[in-house]
């Protein structure tokens, strides 16, 4: 629950900082740099007997400063990143189902707020390289949110090795009851440039989380997390990317990437595997570090190729396929899916204006467990307009597709969409969007309009 006090306390922060952007912009003249976005928005969603509405608001900002006293290019500045929802039509009645309850309707306020960064940094190019504290997310060895302070050294001006530590208390943003006491992230990794085509990293994320569940009751994830990737480019047209985890000293997943593009053949092509090797567990209402997925995810093999050819300035061709087995058939159940994708696509540039571009695609969907098999279209018409104006409509489909909302899987999903983006003065711009999906489940009508500042 999000109290008064905290909505006081999330208010009083943006506005001290929007009361810092004179000082910032008087800065950025003087070699530093501000940016930021502030966007208020609109949402409705229906299925023809059940609605939804929303205001939601964002703000982003980031400002920077040259700090001479600890060196030529020595920089210090803030990020900040928060979100404000706004039930419109009010909260669904405890108890009572509602197809469209999403996260923010298990709050008492209709109004809640969420802090994603803020937080201070400094930057150097000497032997500290970065010091950072406050709220901050990390994406280095697993994406995780926490409060609490990282710091980036380079003892080695001869030698490209970094080395960064971090620490601080996970933040488990849409928890209804938030109990932090016990609660801990602490980490490291190393950046090692071995040769200028070769690098690697090595790293370790240890996590004690105390979560609530839906139901009311209460786990702690006491849990290690060991990471080793390596990046190779042997050329400037080839690159491969290599990396395993290793969970409470278990082989939890691999992956593997490689592309090769040619730019005098307008050429591409491009690889993966992925294998997960122990089921990932996620918690309701939380942001798990370790799966940020809505359910549980059993061990499977995906491996995808992916071929582009260009011809011409006009003309491009793409096609590939992607598979997944699990290795247990026996498991699949919702979230969880043996399934092939074939695709083959055409598309056409600068027809028939100068910024337009046009795609159409053909896809066949094979699941062998559940007897679906299934031919499907796609397409897209993508009109520039003006500086930073677009207008786009389109359809695509999806044999498996969670609600972003809900977190239900819906089965055979075609969505039709369009969006339209209309900059009307300087860096204000206003967009709407609207799409429709269709489902074995249900159909289902979204329509979005915002207005958006960039500083």
Not at 131 to 154: H, K
Not at 235 to 248: C, F, P
Not at 250 to 278: I, K, M, P, W
Not at 412 to 441: C, H, I
């Amino acid at each position: 629950m999000i109290s008064a006090l905290k909505k006081a306390g999330f208010l009083v922060m943006v506005g001290g900082i929007l009361l810092m952007i004179p000082g910032l912009g008087a800065a950025a003249q003087d070699g530093g740099s501000f940016s930021g976005s502030a966007e208020a928005g609109y949402r409705f969603r229906t299925d023809g007997t059940n609605s939804d509405a929303d205001w939601v608001e964002r703000l982003y900002l980031q400002g920077f400063t040259p700090w001479k006293l600890l060196g030529d290019g020595t920089e210090v500045g803030f990020v900040f990143l928060g979100a404000l929802q706004e039930d419109v039509d009010g909260k669904p009645k405890p108890g009572k189902f509602d197809r469209f309850r999403d996260i923010a309707d298990s709050y008492e306020d209709s109004t809640v707020g969420w802090l994603y960064l803020a937080y201070g940094e400094l930057k150097s190019p000497g032997t500290l390289q970065l010091l950072r504290a406050g709220r901050q997310d990390l994406l280095e060895l697993e994406p995780i949110a926490f409060d609490g302070g990282l710091v980036c050294v380079r003892p080695l001006s001869k030698v490209n090795l970094r080395l960064t530590a971090f620490g601080g208390v996970p933040t488990n943003l849409y928890e209804l009851n938030d109990h932090r006491e016990g609660d801990s992230v602490l980490g490291g990794y190393l950046d090692w440039r071995v040769l200028r085509s070769l690098s690697l990293r090595a790293g370790y994320l240890s996590l004690r989380d105390q979560v609530a569940l839906l139901d009311g009751a209460e786990r702690t994830l006491d849990e290690g997390l060991a990471v080793l990737q390596t990046a190779w480019n042997p050329t400037r047209e080839d690159s491969w990317l290599g990396r395993v985890t290793l969970q409470d000293g278990e082989l939890r997943d691999v992956t593997v990437r490689s592309s090769h593009r040619d730019e005098d053949r307008n050429f591409n092509l491009s690889a993966y595997y992925t294998g997960l090797y122990l089921t990932r567990e996620v918690l309701p209402l939380t942001e798990d570090p370790f799966s940020i997925l809505l359910s549980d995810y059993h061990p499977y093999h995906q491996a995808g190729l992916t071929a582009y050819k260009g011809m011409g300035e006009r003309l491009g061709v793409e096609g590939g396929a992607v598979v997944r087995r699990l290795f247990d058939q026996d498991q699949e159940n919702r979230y969880n899916h043996s399934w092939e994708r074939y695709f083959l696509s055409l598309s056409v540039n600068k027809v028939p204006l100068a910024k337009s571009q046009f795609m159409i695609g053909a896809d066949w969907w094979v699941a062998e467990e559940s007897h679906n098999e299934t031919r499907s279209l796609r397409a897209e018409y993508d009109q520039r307009l003006g500086k930073g104006g677009f207008f786009r409509v389109g359809t695509a489909f999806d044999l498996y597709k969670v609600d972003e909302f809900t977190g239900e899987e819906r089965v055979d999903v075609q969505t039709y969409y369009t969006n339209l983006g209309v900059p009307v003065w300087k860096k204000l711009m206003v967009l709407a969007g609207y799409s429709f999906e269709d489902s074995r489940l249900r159909e289902v009508d979204t329509f979005r309009a915002r207005v958006r500042y960039e500083f």
